[in-house]
């Protein structure tokens, strides 16, 4: 069976209800599963975790974002991560059986059907474009959704897709195929931004991979990575992140995976632990899904 995933990330973190509403828009479609649901009242956002057969995660991707433009103003929005749509960004993640050019299809498919049907302007980013400055998406992201009428009037901010103006409600969503990427959050025991910056500054300097500096409810800090799969293994990028952090004698008070890993990640760090190259690993979610 083809598994395709998605995380797309609502502008929405504090309506339990409506986020509810979001995820029993899936109970429509068959072989499509919601791995996780984690919604954060800090920065008024929530990342779902998708995977699928990949015509039901298209077209559940398509209903989550007309639902959401229909449901959640920006107008409204305040929060502490930056976004610029009401369905901010849709990342599409090959897991199983599933090419890179055929997520890119689909990715094409989704954004034109969103840009067509809701008039909503798509940006393309990651692997789903040539452009460098939009490749990554904290270039989309900058200004936010308030300063991106202003910023569509650049000739270089022009979308992929749909009208060259936001939605007046919506905004604009980023859409694109990119690696699996492990996401992990670690929460140090401080207070001070200049002491948890330098921290990540040394990160940026270390180890490869995106690192973001978030103050939780607490006021206390927590340093959050991604990273692709293609570029650092499970193991090395704990420890070697968990090194950095005890040497400028920090505290660490817990680690996080925010979003679920796939087991082929689990069985190649078990391989690392152990020294030895597993080959042929199956593992029950693989052989669960093949057999439906």
Known sequence: ????????????????????EIVKLAEKYDNIWILSTNMDE????????????????????????EFCSNNIDLNKHKGEHPRIGAVDVIPLIPIMDVSEKEA????????????????IPI??????????????????RKGGFESLKEKMKDENWKPDYGPDKPHPKSGATIVGVRDFLINLDFYINSKNRWFAEQIRRELIMEIPGSFFLDKKSDKKYVISVNASVNDVNLIDLYFNIRKIIEHFECELEKIEIPTPLTSSILVNAFGQITGSKIENAKTIEEMIIKSL
């Not at 069976?1 to 509810?20: H, Q």
């Not at 008024?44 to 974002?65: H, Q, W, Y």
């Open 42 to 65: 800090y920065y008024n956002r929530t990342m779902l975790s998708i995977a699928g057969k990949p015509i039901c995660v298209e077209n559940f991707l398509f209903d989550l974002t």
């Open 123 to 140: 940006y393309s980013y990651e692997k789903s474009t040539n452009k460098n400055i939009r490749k990554h998406i904290s270039y989309i």
């Open 104 to 119: 890119s299809e689909i990715a094409d498919r989704l954004s034109k059907r969103i840009s067509n049907d809701l008039n």
């Open 1 to 20: 069976m083809k598994l395709l995933g998605a995380v797309p990330n609502i502008s929405e973190g504090r309506n339990k209800e409506l986020i509810d």
